[in-house]
């Protein structure tokens, strides 16, 4: 059964250090925490960009659950726990502090129109924005490069 689209939501989730590349070689198990939190709490990741240090996506809730809180709090544990236990990584130190994410995270609850459409271009260029790619199709880590047929 298909569920309404109850809450619409954009992220920016980042590491505790920048400049670290941990999302990108990380990749496979960021998308795997994010497969197993959807089939728990579903959700919509309407757009999503994937950055070394930081992510923003959009993600639309159900009518009838629209904790996205509890949902990224799931992510975010279940890829740092799912990271291979070693040599601690850049972000992970951090003096006293302990984790790879940063103690905040901008959430931002979008309406329709204008708003979502200046949130989405923004997903959409933030790889060139950062100067990794010349145009945002060719960033691997994106909706937008999923889009895009052979």
């Known amino acids: ?41 579903p959700f919509h990741a309407r757009s999503w960009v994937v950055l070394p240090d930081h992510l923003h996506c959009i993600w639309d809730l159900p009518v009838e659950d629209d904790d996205f809180a509890l949902r990224w709090r799931k992510v975010m544990r279940r890829f740092e726990t799912s990271l291979p236990k070693g040599p601690r990584r850049l972000a992970q130190i951090s003096g006293a502090e302990r984790g790879i994410w940063a103690r905040d995270y901008h959430a931002e609850r979008l309406g329709t129109g204008i708003q979502l459409e200046q949130r989405l271009a923004s997903i959409r260029a933030d790889p060139m924005r950062h100067g990794l790619v010349d145009r945002a199709e060719n960033w691997p880590y994106s909706s937008d490069a999923m889009r895009v047929t052979a």
């Open 1 to 41: 059964m298909e569920h309404l689209i109850g809450l619409s939501v954009y992220f920016t989730v980042a590491l505790r250090h920048a400049g670290d590349d941990l999302l990108v070689l990380e990749i496979e198990r960021l998308r795997l925490a994010m497969r197993q939190t959807q089939a728990e709490l």
